[in-house]
């Protein structure tokens, strides 16, 4: 088995994460009824003894003790984490984990980037060096952010940078939440971008979120839950919403319900890692196999079912509906629609009672409405993990390297450049050491290579399929 440490940074980051360490600790407490210390735990979890005094020993057999979340907490305003630090959380997290300042990053990316980048690179740089070397074998490192403010975005990207350098051999996924059109940060479009340059460069995979399709997701299943049709109730003993369970929690934290999705994203995607399954799939599988090109690691993800996520009694979804509804606009979390864009490669991560025989069938079903690259018509990558979510008989993650990606870039762009023409609010960046102009520049010139690269591969969508020319090997 191997080890993963998520690190989160910014309020949003630890928000998501907080909700992540919530259900996973749910999740493994229904399928592990004895309290042992297993090897499904021990991929995010630590055992500690805490008896002795002072670095307690990790335990690796017998009975749970205290279980340490693999997690590094950072944050330039105390807020988000004082208040997991006072929530039923808080043990699983270890103080010497945690890193936070009292004036926050002003929205402003240069400031998460330069000042607090340079301050606490060696503090962080330490703290990471800890977590990984409580891992037998290390495999990946999440990092959960937020692009439109100060500190999730500048350093946060700043934290991605010197996992490269302080661990080149362990891989990156990053997920990375994309402020709306409505954003009240005025220079989320600054942010945005000027991160962006960073997760071209030095992420191996990242997974991009709209807050957009957050909130619709979540408009539609209160919609369920107020249309009184037949089922949709709300769970009284709710597994997903906030600690205290129930929907009236969802009312006092509006983005809990929003967290809880990416949560879950995150939950499936690392299930095959914790648990047994007839077809596990490795993390570093999904880099290897879904991303062609360096650059082009964005992966669409899509969850299915939603609604049930959040707490609402309806009929589960029949097996294939469940594939169908991985493809559908509905489900995905960036606003985008697959089936009309080019695919590059595609992963299914299913979990619960569900055979080979299933994921073939239904792959042949869906394929013929799907735009496959011409070099890649198989480029599919399947993982079987046999532990359903509780409750609920199976799930399904697709994740989808798809040029449907390209209008949520163009947006971001083009929202630079209202304020960026106009020089506005270009003087809160540049008054910090270390900023010049020519960082605007580059990182708008990065997102727009990025952009003409996926216009490349779309211009080739409806063009004849012709075979690459096979090597002629001179005799």
């Not at 805490?50 to 009975?63: E, F, L, N, V």
């Not at 984990?97 to 926050?104: A, E, K, N, P, R």
């Not at 939603?306 to 589960?316: E, I, Q, S």
């Not at 020519?438 to 290579?449: K, P």
Request: with cysteine; aromatic share 8%.
């Amino acid at each position: 088995m191997t080890q993963s440490v998520v690190v989160q940074v910014g309020q949003c980051g630890n928000q998501v994460g907080c909700r992540f360490w919530d259900l996973a600790l749910r999740e493994h407490a229904a399928v592990n009824k004895k309290g042992i210390y297993d090897e499904a735990l021990s991929s995010f979890f630590r055992n500690v003894d805490t008896r002795s005094g002072g670095d307690g020993a990790d335990i690796y057999k017998g009975k749970i003790c205290s279980l340490k979340a693999r997690a590094l907490l950072i944050d330039m305003e105390e807020g988000v984490v004082n208040e997991i630090l006072q929530g039923p959380l808080r043990d699983v997290f270890d103080s010497k984990q945690l890193i936070t300042d009292v004036s926050g990053s002003g929205n402003n990316w240069a400031v998460g980037h330069k000042v607090y980048g340079c301050q606490y690179r060696e503090s962080i740089a330490e703290k990471l060096r800890k977590a990984a070397e409580h891992c037998d074998c290390l495999q990946c490192f999440f990092i959960i952010h937020s692009m439109g403010g100060g500190t999730g975005s500048g350093l946060g990207t700043f934290v991605l940078s010197l996992l490269e350098d302080e661990f080149p051999e362990v891989y990156r996924f990053v997920t990375s939440v994309y402020p709306s059109g409505e954003d009240d940060v005025i220079t989320s479009p600054y942010n945005s971008v000027l991160a962006m340059k960073e997760l071209n460069e030095h992420a191996d995979c990242v997974l991009p979120i709209e807050n957009e399709s957050l909130f619709d997701i979540v408009n539609k299943i209160h919609q369920m839950i107020n249309s009184g049709k037949l089922g949709s109730t709300v769970k009284p003993k709710s597994l997903v919403t906030s600690s205290a369970g129930g929907a009236k929690a969802v009312q006092e934290k509006p983005f809990d319900a929003m967290n809880n999705i990416i949560a879950n994203l995150l939950l499936n995607l690392t299930s095959s890692a914790r648990f047994e399954g007839s077809l596990n799939m490795d993390l570093n599988e999904i880099s290897m196999n879904l991303v062609p090109f360096p650059r082009l690691h964005y992966l669409v993800s899509s969850l299915t079912p939603l609604y049930t996520l959040a707490d609402v009694n309806v009929p589960p979804r029949r097996l294939d509906q469940m594939f169908s509804d991985a493809f559908s606009r509905d489900h995905q979390l960036i606003q985008a629609d697959p089936k009309h864009s080019l695919y590059l490669a595609c992963a299914l991560l299913v979990r619960g009672n569900v055979q080979v025989s299933d994921l073939r069938r239904n792959i042949e079903r869906l394929k013929p409405s799907l735009h496959f690259i011409s070099w890649n018509q198989e480029g599919w990558k399947t993982s079987l993990c046999s532990v359903p979510p509780v409750g609920h008989s199976h799930s399904l993650l697709a994740l989808a390297n798809n040029t449907c990606v390209k209008p949520t870039f163009m947006e971001l762009k083009d929202r630079f450049m209202k304020l960026y023409k106009k020089k506005a609010h270009l003087h809160h960046y540049l008054h910090i050491e270390g900023m010049e102009q020519s960082c605007f520049s580059e990182a708008i010139a990065s997102l727009s290579d990025l952009i003409e690269e996926y216009n490349e591969l779309d211009a080739t969508k409806d063009g004849p399929r012709i075979d690459p020319p096979r090597l002629k090997i001179a005799v």
